[in-house]
């Protein structure tokens, strides 16, 4: 076999990360062995760094330069509502949009019994902790995960453990995506909408 | 913003990558983040290491751990025929096939002008010093290149320089994919198809 080790090895790495398959990683490979030097350094160098430097925020359990976070460190922030997400990519898609001034929580994942991701699995009890606090300011707790088997139903689950410890518990719309044609939405997408339906 | 340093630093590499977007870089950074801290070790150093530990092949110019690369160390392969390839991925596909026990030669690239890419960008002169040696024993160069614009032009520019040092000059073929429909296939494959027909 005409492969040499190293970029076996390096193809066999690449191979591992989502998406990415032995083909497309080869393709990366040779990439990396023909750029020059300085790039493959910077590459290997911000692997290792977003390990090493980044740790779990102590209230959001994000993961971030120092904790407690920048944004849950930002007094200016309305400290009064969480926003559940499932994971730290749908954080930065809401703080992109601007539309949200409160705090955050990040899971860390979706229930899914079949994929054997349980509660335990999942940032929960930092999540109830954080709520059952006694200086607790939060008055509503918004679960944003995605309108799916898993989110819907990870959703349901914190929503029965959250209504005894006093906040209210909200979930994001789902409907008709804005600028979409109705005739182009599936069934299930157009019946939450009309389920969903608000008085003008 | 809500993006911390290393993240945002690793997702700036990963997006240099051909074919890694943003968007995959993210979600790429964001698996590196959430493995196991041994695999941002392994991923880092094979990284390094295919560049610090790969060299050019003397004869052939593949990157290889030693030169010469294990293919032209091989007294078994057959010393008359160089096929000449665009990347080592070529070298890769055809070793595979196991249909070919000769020599090769890997140019690093295609002539295309237009990307700035001309004939002193390419492997062209060792291939040309090591089939002007004097104790060259080469009979034929096979010139292995995709039968697209720039494969074209890189066989037709090589034939004339080669031709003039004694081996004699071939072209893999091109036509009608094993196992595809002729009513599939497009109007050029079937003209180069028609055109490179041969007596049976």
Chains 1, 2 share one sequence.
Do not use: W
């Not at 559940?84 to 899914?112: C, K, N, P």
């Not at 029965?160 to 044609?181: D, W």
């Amino acid at each position: 076999m005409a492969s040499s080790d190293p970029l076996a090895r390096l193809v066999q790495q690449l191979a591992k990360l989502p998406g990415i398959g032995e083909r497309t990683a080869l393709r990366l490979a040779f990439h990396i062995m023909r750029a020059p030097e300085a790039y493959a350094q910077a590459l290997s160098a911000a692997v290792l760094e977003v390990k090493s430097k980044l740790v779990e925020c102590e209230q959001c359990c994000q993961l971030t330069e120092s904790s407690p976070c920048p944004l849950c460190a930002d007094a200016r922030r309305d400290g009064r509502t969480v926003l559940v997400v499932a994971g730290q990519q749908d954080l930065m898609a809401i703080e992109r949009t601007g539309s949200y001034r409160g705090q955050y929580h990040v899971l860390h994942g979706l229930l899914s019994p079949l994929d054997g991701i349980g509660p335990d699995e999942l940032k929960i009890q930092p999540l109830l902790a954080r709520l059952g606090k006694s200086d607790s300011e939060i008055e509503e707790v918004i679960l944003a995960t995605s309108p799916n088997v898993e989110g819907d139903a990870t959703a349901l689950y914190l929503a029965k453990l959250i209504r005894p410890l006093g906040p209210r518990v909200t979930r994001i719309a789902s409907g008709v995506p804005i600028g979409g044609e109705l005739e182009y939405a599936d069934g299930v997408t157009l019946g939450r909408a009309i389920e969903g339906r608000r008085e003008l």
